[in-house]
């Protein structure tokens, strides 16, 4: 098993930054690839970025390229998503998630585990 917690969401204007982290618990950090997610309301959960066990291996939505990182800290079980340019359409519920694999993996079907979630509102 694997317990995954998100923090660093919040309401922010257009433009603005915000940095999503999250933590991990319950298995070797080290030995899961990771993602986010976002889903808007109404919407089917997308992914946002994904990362490795190696953090050479990263992969991003065409949308968040160029303005979103997503990086991780094995030693302290932590990925992270820095999200700069901000935009409205980035609102969303974004989601932090594991599978047991070396690479990330676009469809949310692939993974095994999340975490509950945590809202990100960009207003114009």
């Known amino acids: 098993q694997v317990q995954l917690v998100e923090s660093g969401g919040g309401l922010v204007q257009a433009g603005a930054s915000l940095r999503l982290s999250c933590a991990a618990s319950?298995?070797?950090?080290?030995?899961?690839?990771m993602a986010w997610f976002l889903q808007a309301p109404g919407m089917e959960r997308e992914l946002v970025a994904a990362i490795g066990r190696s953090s050479y291996s990263t992969l991003y939505a065409d949308s968040v390229k160029g303005r979103f990182t997503i990086s991780r800290d094995d030693a302290k079980n932590a990925v992270t998503l820095q999200m700069n340019s901000l935009k409205p359409e980035d609102t969303a519920v974004y989601y932090c998630a594991a599978r047991d694999g070396s690479s990330g993996q676009s469809s949310p079907g692939n993974y095994e585990y999340w975490g509950q979630g945590t809202q990100v509102t960009v207003y114009s």
């Open positions: 319950g298995r070797a950090f080290s030995r899961s690839a």
